[in-house]
């Protein structure tokens, strides 16, 4: 299952540096950590990108909200698993949050 979520992210990786959209911001959630927890189109432990886009859509503070709860961790928006926080600066975690709300 493991190999199937590297193969498919390494595909997507591939599909975005060849356009180069957001390709820097994939690479840094996968630096971070963030792809062992989440997909861009299905749930894994996390809920999926999409998802997390489509719940923050309009929203006018989605980008400071998101990059707060990457920063700083939180629970009860997906279910009862809670994410931990993560170790990004202010600016990682609003890059993260932008690319995340870009899907």
């Keep these: 299952m493991k190999s199937l979520r590297v193969s498919i992210f390494t595909g997507v990786l591939t599909a975005l540096a060849a356009t180069g959209v957001w390709a820097d911001a994939a690479k840094l ?52 698993v809670p994410m931990p926080p993560n170790a990004v600066s202010e600016d990682e975690a609003k890059t993260l949050a932008e690319w995340v709300l870009s899907h």
């Design 29 to 80: 959630a996968q630096e971070k950590g963030c792809l062992g927890c989440h997909a861009v189109d299905k749930k894994v432990v996390g809920p999926a990108y999409k998802d997390v886009a489509a719940k923050y859509k309009g929203q006018a503070d989605a980008v400071a909200t998101l990059a707060k709860r990457i920063k700083e961790g939180g629970s009860g928006n997906w279910g009862s």
